[in-house]
Each structure stands twice: as structure tokens, then as C-alpha cells.
């Protein structure tokens, strides 16, 4: 019997581990905010994530904004994918109408992976904004959604 495939099979499951291949599912986080008390919340964080649905999206420069709703904690946030150009900056948030405010967020040059902002309660009226610069070229935009 050889020791060196034993190894091997360790090895395997103990980077499994760390990397979390082969997890166990575990049942999706109850949300723990409704409405109003999950305003400045990460919709992570408390659970809304799951189960949410996407009310408006676009992409354009090597970005995908999405406007998201949970129907669970009745509020809603801004998440963006970046695919990374080395040369462009993207800023985006989620804006509330009345009073005016909002929650941002930022991908430097080159940075790839998806990140989004806190939540606003669904009752305001709210939309995504996504700024995109590319220093390279001179080129900037702004894009909305809708309001919703």
C-alpha cells in the first residue's frame, strides 16, 4: 500500500476546505430586516440577497448594474459586476428621490468582481446610477436606471 496516494487524497480535501469546494449547502439566512429598519443595511448581511430580483439592469464599458429588489425585506440596492478594463474607473449607487440621498460604491482601474451598495426601504422611489471613466481614452458616462 503506497502512503504517497493517502497524502494526496488529504491534501485534497484539506484545499477543498479552505477554498469551500464541496461545501455543504446550508439553508438560505432568514432576513432580518423589513422595510424601514433596513435602511443602510448590507442586503447580505441581512439576508435579503436571497431571493431577490433584479428590476432593472444594463451593462456598457465592462459593467452590469443592476437595480435589486427583495420582496422579503421590501427594500431595494444598486450591484454592479466589473469585468475589470484595465483603464476604467466605474462609481455607482443607489439613489433615493425624496429626500434626495443615496449609498455608493466604486471599482478602481482593473479592479474585476461584483459589489453593491446598502438598501433603501422599497417605499421611497429609487433607482441605480453608473459613472464610467476611462482616463486612457477621455471617455465618461453616466447611465440611470428608471425609477422604480
Not at 60 to 87: F, H, I, M, P, Q
Not at 94 to 113: H, I, Q, T, W
Not at 119 to 128: A, I, P, Q, V
Amino acid at each position: 500500500m503506497s502512503h504517497g496516494h493517502g497524502i494526496a487524497t488529504v491534501l485534497v480535501i484539506v484545499i477543498s476546505a479552505l477554498l469551500g469546494v464541496g461545501a455543504v449547502p446550508t439553508p438560505a439566512m432568514a432576513a432580518t430586516c423589513y422595510g424601514a429598519s433596513c435602511n443602510a443595511q448590507d442586503p447580505q448581511v441581512a439576508g435579503c440577497s436571497s431571493g431577490a430580483t433584479t428590476l432593472e439592469g444594463m451593462s456598457d464599458s465592462g459593467y452590469y448594474l443592476e437595480l435589486r429588489y427583495s420582496k422579503a425585506c421590501n427594500a431595494a440596492w444598486v450591484r454592479v459586476t466589473s469585468e475589470g478594463y484595465w483603464s476604467q474607473t466605474g462609481g455607482f449607487r443607489l439613489e433615493r428621490y425624496s429626500p434626495s440621498s443615496y449609498f455608493s460604491g466604486s471599482f478602481v482601474a482593473g479592479e474585476a468582481g461584483t459589489k453593491w451598495t446598502r438598501m433603501y426601504n422599497f417605499e421611497y422611489s429609487l433607482r441605480g446610477r453608473l459613472e464610467v471613466t476611462n482616463y486612457s481614452s477621455g471617455y465618461h458616462a453616466v447611465w440611470y436606471t428608471g425609477w422604480h
